[in-house]
């Protein structure tokens, strides 16, 4: 049976699920294709973080548009997703360092982005006592926080369908083609058609971009991240390291979740992972030098997502080069999670209103054309 639908959203991740929300917000009636289940690889198990922090200038604007609608998630989503901002702290470990940190602010604030703050050692023991005597300080963005993967996408899934999109998971997008000007997708016995197509697939988005003649440098990797025994509490704020690969939470029952982009090995083709203990070694080392409340804890658990990641480390986010009614929306390189309510927003400007105001230029697939 054909299905017609207003747009087809490929991909169940925060970002496919914000575009179909966004969509439906603007009076339109997508499908929304997830092969697993929503959130089931990137979106659903990353580390939360909601981070405007040490972003790449191209994506700043992206950041902020989020970053307004993180503030009032609850509005858009009927859940608070377990969001809270306690801000995000990026330590430098020298002097070197903090100079490094000194250049990269006020290199912002010529650009006239204003949220990241250098802070000297002082502020930065008063937003996290705990930190090593030998931090000299480091950078602050105020506004970010934290949030709950899983729980999120949940409700960003379950918002786009109370809304009236057609969800189908668990059974992937198959034989994607344009035929009549529509775009058409078969997905078990049912084929639906559009006349718009947004290619949201995380890690196998680069399979159809390539597959409808848009290549796109990126590779499949599985970011690792695994959590402690409890400890009694030592910090409010997300911490990340400049100089090493290290970020870290703590929740509100005193664990802590260890990450900062060590990667495990992925298998795309059954959506699993083998973890690289020695990395995770690595990433706990750090920590239990910087923090001494926790050479005690315990690790409990370690596990990986699958995503894409690009040449660049930038996402693809826009119209397509080649095609009519095709938008690419991946490729969001191990920090698109709080990215991704601004960017459905956009995308879903982009299809109806052919344009939008937020800065995206540096982000358009046709960058990678040769």
Sequence with gaps: MTVLADAIVVGGGIHGCSTALHLCRAGLKPVLIEKDYAGRHASGVNAGGVRQLARHVAEIPLSIRSMDLWERIGDLVDDECGFESHGQVLVAEDDGELAACAER??????????????????????????????????????????AEPARTVAAFRRKAEQLGAIVREGEPALNIRRENGLWRVDVGADTYAA????????????????????????????????????????????????????????????????????????????????????????SARTVF????????????????G????????????????RHPGLFHQFGFSLHGFQLGPGAGAVMAELIVEGGTQTRIGALGIERFRT
């Design 306 to 321: 699958i995503e894409a990641k690009t040449k660049d480390d930038l996402p693809v986010l826009g119209p397509s080069a």
């Design 105 to 146: 602010v006020a290199d912002l604030h010529g650009h006239g982005f204003t949220h990241e703050e250098l802070i000297d050692g002082a502020e930065l023991r008063r937003l996290v006592p705990a930190v090593a005597e030998t931090c000299p300080g480091g950078v602050v963005s105020r506004r970010d926080g934290a």
């Design 195 to 282: 006349p718009v197509l947004v290619n949201a697939a995380g890690a196998w988005a680069g399979r159809i971009a390539d597959t409808l003649g848009e290549p796109v440098p990126v590779e499949t990797v599985a970011p690792m991240l695994m959590i402690t025994s409890r400890v009694p509490h030592f910090i409010d704020p997300v911490v990340i390291l400049r100089g090493r690969k290290l970020s870290f939470k703590q929740f509100g029952n005193g664990t802590v979740l260890i990450g900062g982009g060590h990667l495990a090995v992925p298998d795309q083709e059954r959506g699993t992972t083998v973890l690289n203990w020695r990395r995770l070694a690595e």
């Design 289 to 304: 030098e910087l923090f001494p409340v926790m050479r005690e804890a315990q690790i409990l658990r370690a596990w990986a």
